[in-house]
């Protein structure tokens, strides 16, 4: 369960830290220039620590299972594996219905091009941070279950 | 229809813990833990393998419950 909790927390950290440094971007470019903001050095760092801290994690709990490689899916033997696979389910549906109540708000609103693009990296970044959620919760509902 | 298993029976004849027995077929002691409990069911190849690990038949681990009804 540690790493499960350990891995969706990394991930959604990465996811809005990319956010953060899109929706810079985005207010402060101009057509003809792109600007990178300091938040993509953050989310840079940010993937360098958490490789890094995967990596350590990956060498010191290999008893639980976890895999640098397989990250959230790592699975220690076939009880886990039925708990990943109704855990994904879960997430898919999850994500699925946000998507599609993000459509509906993007085509009730009436907004200009950058609020538009703000709007839809922001939408896009919640519906992986809900799916990352949803893994990560229905993972420990069924581990705990099971 | 349930499936009623004999593992702990098994297990406790061996004298063995759970974590010997986890380790003895290659999975967690959460997983012999919920097998034991009965919340999981096992697959035919950890079934095959516990059964193999106690030199039993594996209808003498694992069988249907018939009085449960479906």
Redesign the interface.
Known sequence: MKKIIFEQIGNIGMVLLLMAALVQTVTSSSRNTILLGNWWFIFLGWIILFGILKYLYSKTARKGGYSFMAGEFSIQDERERAVSNRATVFAYKMTIIFLICAILIFAVLNLEVVQLKVLGIVLLSSGIIIGFLAYMLAWIFYDLRI | MDIVNQAKKYRKLHRLTQEALAQAV???R??II?LEKG??T??L??ALQLADFFQVNISEIFYLDKQMGI
């Open positions: 290659g999975v967690s959460r997983t919920s919340k999981y096992p697959s190849l950890l």
